[in-house]
C-alpha cells in the first residue's frame, strides 16, 4: 500500500510562487506514474500535470502549462510540482496521486493511491 503525504500548500499574491511537495511511503515507487491534480470548490477534480516512472516525460493541462513544472526525486521518493505566476483561479485543493502502471495519464481513474491533499490559495 503506497501512501502520499502532500506539503507545500499556503497563500500567496496572484504572480507568486509555491513548490508543492508529495512524500511517498510503502513499497514500489519508483516505477510508479505520479500526478497532481486539483479541485477547487464546486467544481470536479481536474488534471493538472502527470510524470512518468523515469522523470524522462511530462504532459500539462493547458491552463497551467509553461507555468508549472512537474518532477521527481526517486532516490527521495518525492515529487515536486513547481507553480509560478499563480493566479487566483488556481485556488483549489491539491491532489498527488501515484499510479502503478509507470506511463503518464491524465485520467483521474486510471491512478491507484491519492493523497489528502494540500490548500492552495492565490488572492488578487
Known amino acids: 500500500q503506497v501512501q502520499l503525504v502532500e506539503s507545500g500548500g499556503g497563500l500567496v499574491q496572484a504572480g507568486g510562487s509555491l513548490r508543492l511537495s508529495c512524500a511517498a511511503s510503502?513499497?514500489?515507487?519508483?516505477?510508479?506514474?505520479m500526478g497532481w491534480f486539483r479541485q477547487a470548490p464546486g467544481k470536479e477534480r481536474e488534471f493538472v500535470a502527470s510524470i512518468n516512472w523515469t522523470g524522462g516525460s511530462s504532459v500539462y493541462a493547458d491552463s497551467v502549462k509553461g507555468r508549472f513544472t512537474i518532477s521527481r526525486d526517486n532516490a527521495k521518493r518525492t515529487v515536486y510540482l513547481q507553480m509560478n505566476k499563480l493566479k487566483p483561479e488556481d485556488t483549489a485543493v491539491y491532489y498527488c496521486?501515484?499510479?502503478?502502471?509507470?506511463?503518464?495519464?491524465?485520467?483521474?481513474?486510471?491512478?491507484?493511491?491519492w493523497g489528502q491533499g494540500t490548500q492552495v490559495t492565490v488572492s488578487s
Open positions: 510503502g513499497p514500489i515507487f519508483t516505477t510508479y506514474a
Open positions: 496521486a501515484a499510479r502503478r502502471l509507470g506511463t503518464l495519464t491524465a485520467g483521474p481513474y486510471d491512478y491507484d493511491y
